[in-house]
């Protein structure tokens, strides 16, 4: 008989080792692709996006030139891999270097900026060996070494959540690394329960206005899907490891009033063999194969309704909600397949720009009472998107606003080309956009709200962007609502950060 605490623990270390392909790895006597990339960065400067940071902490103190609005107070924290090469060794992926996390402030007309490498026990392990030595998500270094348990891969690089009065900086197959809010050490791997430790927890978890939090986690080596379901102050309410079948790698999912929401896109892991592509390497794209949308009862961690949709890759959505009659609408970044992931966001590590098909925003509707779902293209399809995000007090209910990285997806794809700032205003219809110049390639945006404004009006948009001409990363904030007539205020750091990927902003009545 297995316990409960038993059965969680081995899905905490089946999604490292037997997922991640650790029988053994290829010798690379050169690196080819650590060449590939430094030749190539030193004619085409958008690669600057893909360099490793040159120190394990940033700090810097800048005047914010224009009008910072007045009531916008609190931090914006962001993540993102960053240590792209490890001695001589160069991942093959964005998604694969450890985090740099980092913080935003501004008080008094200047920007104060920290940013300073998680130290994981990846991190630490490989500084005192002097090399690569584990397998992250599409690399697989050479000579590797050992590892039992998920956190042992942990570079704790996708985004950050400020959750129950800490700052936590989040990976998707292993726990979560609990930061300082200030300085941004790194205080170590935090576990919502002794039980729980080790678990997958996404780096997408949905909190409602009221604190409470919904995730999901993939254990890909176990073939379930963990369900999370914590209180505002962090105790686990609820956890489900459910078993799901073929098993995908999704990376973001919906929570409504009553439902979790679902989509296993066919990319199937089908192998336990090590490749040179670590746990990408492992997986198949079905183009023929439906995409499942599982519609998951919130109180009960149980499937209530499988349903289809075609074939197709979702990192992100906006946001979803339900009319308490069995129907569900939500929005997403749409790929056709996930071309981008395997080929663009791969190539990039060597150099090389591969163009791949952008996303476009899609609507979505799911008739519980009828078995359907539907899609529908919500913005012109020249449009291609992608980082798209809503504010925090509209997550599982009727969103007025989605804030999202966009481009012109009817010319050739570029590197940067999605440099847009876009609010898409599902109420009114309107689209504001804000085209960063040619040389800029931006960063995830927020919308953050105006207490002092009707709920869905007014607000600003805050982002970064690198400044490829300059070598400079940039803060700007933005009148939402008036995104077109460009920053209201901007601050330019005396440094290039690497391109990263996902952020929180906290207000500071909420900050201490
Ligand atoms: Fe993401």
């Avoid at 059965?7 to 997922?19: C, E, G, P, Q, V």
């Avoid at 029988?23 to 692709?33: M, V």
């Avoid at 999704?250 to 192998?271: K, M, Q």
């Avoid at 449009?383 to 606003?401: A, C, D, M, Y």
Wanted: charged share 20%; hydrophobic share 40%.
């Amino acid at each position: 008989m297995i316990s409960r605490r038993d059965f969680l623990s081995r899905i905490a270390s089946a999604s490292a080792a037997t997922t991640f392909g650790l029988a053994g790895s290829e010798a690379f006597a050169a690196d080819a692709w650590h060449a590939g990339y430094h030749s190539a960065a030193k004619q085409n400067p958008w690669l600057l996006a893909y360099r490793s940071p040159e120190r394990e902490h940033f700090q810097a103190e800048v005047p914010v030139e224009g009008q910072w609005p007045k009531s916008l107070n609190g931090v914006l924290y962001r993540n993102g891999p960053a240590q792209h090469d490890v001695g001589d060794f160069r991942y093959r992926h964005w998604f694969d270097g450890d985090g740099l996390v980092q913080r935003f402030e501004v008080k008094d007309g200047r920007l104060f900026h920290v940013g300073r490498m998680v130290q994981t026990a990846k991190r630490t392990r490989e500084q005192n060996l002097g090399r690569a030595a584990l397998p992250a998500f599409g690399s697989t270094p050479p000579d590797g070494v050992g590892v039992t348990k998920a956190d042992d891969l942990n570079p704790a690089n996708i985004s950050m959540l400020w959750h129950h009065q800490r700052l936590l900086a989040l990976w998707e197959a292993g726990s979560p690394h609990e930061i300082s809010a200030e300085d941004l050490t790194t205080v170590g791997v935090h576990s919502f329960s002794s039980e729980t430790a080790g678990l997958p927890f996404s780096a997408h978890p949905r909190v409602e206005p009221d604190g409470t939090l919904w995730n999901f986690g993939y254990a890909s080596g176990s073939g379930r899907i963990v369900l999370w379901h914590l209180d505002p102050d962090g105790r686990v309410e609820k956890l489900k490891a459910l078993p799901v079948g073929p098993t995908s790698m999704p990376h973001d999912f919906i929570v409504t009033g009553r439902y979790v929401v679902l989509l296993l896109a066919p990319l199937h892991r089908e192998s336990d063999r090590s490749t040179d592509r670590g746990f990408l390497g492992l997986h198949q794209w079905h183009p023929d194969l439906p995409t499942r949308v599982l519609v998951i009862d919130k109180n009960r961690f149980e499937v209530v309704r499988e349903l289809e949709l075609p074939a197709q890759w979702i990192f992100h959505f906006g946001n979803g909600f339900d009319d308490g009659n069995g129907v569900i609408r939500f929005d997403a970044a749409r790929h056709a397949n996930p071309d981008v992931m395997f080929n663009t966001l791969s190539d990039v590590m060597r150099g090389r720009w591969t163009p791949s098909e952008h996303a476009r925003w899609y609507e979505y509707t799911l008739d519980l009472n009828k078995g359907r779902a539907t899609e529908t293209l919500a913005l012109d399809s020249s449009l291609g998107v992608e980082f798209p995000t809503v504010n925090g007090s509209e997550i599982g209910i009727p969103h007025q606003r989605v804030v999202m990285l966009s481009g012109d997806a009817s010319r050739e794809s570029r590197p940067g080309d999605l440099s847009q700032v876009s609010c898409w205003n599902r109420a009114t219809g309107k689209l504001g956009i804000y085209r960063y110049p040619d040389d800029h390639m931006a960063e995830e945006h927020l919308l953050v709200s105006d207490p002092s404004a009707e709920v869905g009006q007014g607000g600003w948009i805050v982002g970064t962007a690198l400044d490829c001409a300059r070598q400079a990363t940039c803060l700007s904030v933005f009148a939402a609502d008036r995104l077109a007539d460009g920053p209201l205020a901007q601050a330019t750091l005396p440094y290039a950060l690497p391109l990263g990927l996902h952020g929180t902003f906290v207000p500071k009545t909420t900050n201490g």
